[in-house]
């Protein structure tokens, strides 16, 4: 079965500052790529997702990054804020099927 | 956006009884529903694949009569612990299949505590 990696597990950065956490997957035939944020004792919030098809997708701040030669991929976080302050979770799916989390990030944005 | 409901929100129970735990997607046809468990600190672990009207696919190591899961119609899901222990405790979420696409909506997630 499919096993995803996460790294960093903590990471702290300076609020302005620009956050990376990356992903390893073991699948190749995963697809789909998706990138949550989860706040404690709530439901992860989808942040941004990437498919296959796709080696990189932005959305304001927030960059995915895909190598599927190597197999990982990247979340980047630009310009952070207190408010990014969550856990952040990778996953790797073969077409929306079942999702294989990462370990996950704890990020804290210092102020 | 899709809307997927739990319920219950949290739940504290005795040793030895079951739980059921209702998961339902309120605005759109879910053929397939997946649940997690959630540990403290910890990340979401698949423990089964519910389809509409077959049988659950469980995660290797989830024990399927332990944890029964019932996908009865196209908008709900349930998941049962029977004979539920204090390791059982942990926080359980849902998730509906986008019928539309790879996106999975995620439920707001139970809390079960065994006492």
């Known amino acids: 079965g499919e096993n995803v990696e996460q790294h960093p597990s903590t990471l702290s950065v300076q609020e302005g500052d620009s956050a990376v956490i990356k992903c390893t997957y073991s699948?190749?035939?995963?697809?789909?790529f998706p990138w949550y944020k989860q706040e404690l004792g709530k439901r992860p919030q989808l942040i941004i997702d990437?498919?296959?098809?796709?080696g990189e997708k932005k959305d304001q701040r927030i960059a995915v990054t895909l190598n599927k030669t190597a197999k990982h991929f990247s979340l980047h976080i630009t310009e952070t804020q207190p408010e990014d302050s969550a856990v952040y979770f990778c996953?790797?799916?073969?077409?929306?099927?079942?999702?294989?989390f990462g370990t996950g990030t704890s990020l804290t944005v210092i102020p | 956006g899709a809307v997927v409901s739990q319920h219950p929100s949290r739940v504290i129970c005795k040793s030895g009884t079951s739980v059921k735990i209702e998961c339902r997607s309120l605005?759109?046809?879910?053929?397939?529903m997946f649940w997690y468990r959630q540990f403290p600190k910890k990340s979401l672990m698949l423990m089964a694949t519910?389809?509409?009207?077959?049988?659950?696919?469980?995660e290797q190591g989830v024990e399927k009569d332990k944890f029964l899961i019932n996908h009865a119609s196209l908008t709900l899901s349930t998941l049962t612990v029977t004979s539920a222990h204090p390791e059982d405790s942990s926080f359980y979420i849902c998730s509906a299949r986008d019928p539309l696409g790879f996106e999975q909506f995620f439920g707001p997630g139970t809390r079960l505590t065994v006492l």
């Open positions: 990437i498919r296959s098809n796709v």
């Open positions: 605005d759109f046809q879910a053929t397939t």
């Open positions: 519910s389809n509409e009207g077959s049988k659950a696919t469980y």
């Open positions: 996953a790797a799916s073969i077409a929306g099927n079942q999702f294989y």
């Open positions: 699948d190749s035939a995963s697809n789909y």
